[in-house]
């Protein structure tokens, strides 16, 4: 196989939909192979299945280069290359559901494959089992995926790494060769999505974005270790935020000061209602239920995943705290999104809050910039939706920022204060300033923001 100029993805949810649209403005012909007909229906209409900056007009700037089916057979007529990036939802118990992958590995056993490439986040050892469904004539590489949502193209086009790992030299060799505009970065820049400066630079000075080779369950677990790393980051700054309010120091001064070391630094140190979305939930739990039936118990990761429950209700907690019971009263939340750049409500804080706010008898608006057509199929139907921030604020007793998006920060606050019953914001992502916000008369709490 040398070089790929045709390939199969398969699943177009955010890893797959992404791969694929990014090789089709790099040229490659890119078939994408889905079992959703609504959402082939609609990408063969150039509509985005969810929304991702970037990805509307991509669809429409790749569409010669892309194509979709339900097919199998006409997903896989005459290509060599198959990449695997099917959802692995959590099972209740926590492990990853392998159902999805593994129907899509039967289907391409029946087909004149070459090469298999899974993206999935897949538990450690699956691809080995996979090499079995696949039988002897065709090739496998675990390619996992560290892309962000809200930053889904971006992340793929400008990759800080690519990680394969596999057992045949061959097999590095196609994916070096597959991925070398990535590597090089030696395509036009996309107006639509520009080139971080930093990378531009670096490539500039001769570097290139490493591509890693490591055997498979290397690439398996270094896939589940940079999430529960970050996760772990996160619980771990929450925590100190905590210990913050308790204390009386301020979080936002405390992480400039440790995250000047250069062995700390000072990303993903955001203290908030904890993390959300598809992966982190997701993976902290299916590491450490994959360590536990290897017979070691990750108590970190276990408390890690502890720590990201309770944080969800600090929220709730303040507001009890400062309106006494919360019955009777008017809560409005700003935001759902599990993070702002993202339609996404899975594992979303806002979920729980809204819940808990319902169970203690508070009376629950919301609104939210994209989040809101979901919202209404997986929200309590009690809570009130409103697309108008100033009109979800209407009458409320208080104000609990749950998803940071730039439009909450941009909120004509002073103007905002004459709607409320009560000028109270609570910000569960520390995205407002509490002095311009107590100068307007606010009363305002943050997380780990001072007592
Ligand atoms: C995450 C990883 O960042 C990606 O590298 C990885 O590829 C992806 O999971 C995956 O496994 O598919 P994502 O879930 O899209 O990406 O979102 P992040 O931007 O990482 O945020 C995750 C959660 O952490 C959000 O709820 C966010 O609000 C929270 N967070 C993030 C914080 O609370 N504090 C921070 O400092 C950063």
């Not at 039967?106 to 897949?122: C, D, G, R, W």
């Not at 570097?207 to 999430?227: C, D, F, H, I, M």
């Not at 902290?284 to 017979?295: D, E, F, N, S």
């Not at 920060?409 to 609570?426: E, G, H, N």
């Amino acid at each position: 196989m040398d070089n790929v100029e045709k390939l199969t993805v398969v699943g177009a949810g955010y890893v797959g939909l992404s791969t694929a649209v990014a090789l089709a403005l790099l040229g490659r012909e890119v078939r994408v192979l889905d079992t959703d007909a609504g959402r082939i229906e609609g990408l063969k209409r150039n509509q985005p299945p969810f929304y991702e900056p970037g990805l509307a007009e991509s669809l429409v700037r790749a569409s010669a280069k892309l194509s979709y089916t339900t097919d199998p057979a006409e997903a896989y007529a005459d290509t060599e290359l198959a990449i695997v990036a099917v959802g692995t939802p959590p099972t209740p118990a926590g492990h990853a559901d392998l159902r999805y992958l593994y129907q899509a590995l039967e289907t391409l056993a029946q087909h004149p494959v070459s090469l298999v490439v899974i993206k999935s986040t897949v538990p450690v050892g699956t691809n080995h089992d996979a090499k079995k469904i696949l039988g002897p004539g065709v090739a496998l590489a675990s390619n996992p995926e560290f892309l962000r949502q809200g930053q889904a193209l971006s992340d793929t086009l400008y990759p800080d790494r690519i990680l394969v790992g596999a057992e045949e030299e061959w097999v590095f060799g196609v994916l070096e060769r597959l991925y070398r505009p990535l590597i090089e970065q030696s395509f036009e820049e996309l107006p639509w999505l520009p080139r971080p400066k930093a990378l531009r630079e670096a490539i500039a000075r001769g570097q290139r974005v490493p591509l890693v080779r490591t055997g498979l369950e290397s690439a398996e677990l270094a896939k589940y270790a940079a999430n529960a790393f970050l996760a772990t980051r996160i619980s771990f700054i929450n925590e100190i935020a905590n210990v913050a309010e308790a204390v009386g120091a301020d979080i936002e001064e405390v992480v400039r000061a440790i995250g000047l070391d250069p062995r700390i630094g000072p990303h993903f140190f955001k203290a908030g209602l904890g993390y959300g979305g598809s992966c982190f939930p997701k993976d902290t739990r299916a590491l450490a239920y994959l360590a536990k039936r290897g017979g070691y118990d990750f108590k970190l990761l276990r408390a890690v995943i502890e720590v990201n429950q309770a944080q969800r209700y600090r929220l709730v907690e303040k507001a009890e705290a400062v309106l006494g019971r919360l019955s009777g009263q008017t809560i409005t939340l700003l935001g759902l999104a599990f993070k702002p750049g993202t339609d996404d409500l899975r594992e979303a804080p806002s979920l729980e809050i809204a819940e808990e706010l319902l169970a203690r008898g508070a009376r629950v608006r919301a609104t939210d910039p994209k989040a809101l057509e979901l919202a209404r199929q997986v929200l309590d139907p009690r809570v009130e939706l409103f697309a108008d921030p100033l009109e979800a604020l209407e009458d409320a007793d208080a104000v609990l920022l749950v998803t940071e998006w730039p439009e909450y920060r941009a909120l004509d606050w002073a103007q905002a204060k004459r709607r409320l019953r009560r000028p109270v914001v609570l910000d569960g992502r520390n995205a407002l300033d509490p002095q311009a916000m107590e100068a307007l008369g606010y009363v305002y709490q943050g997380i780990g923001r001072g007592r």
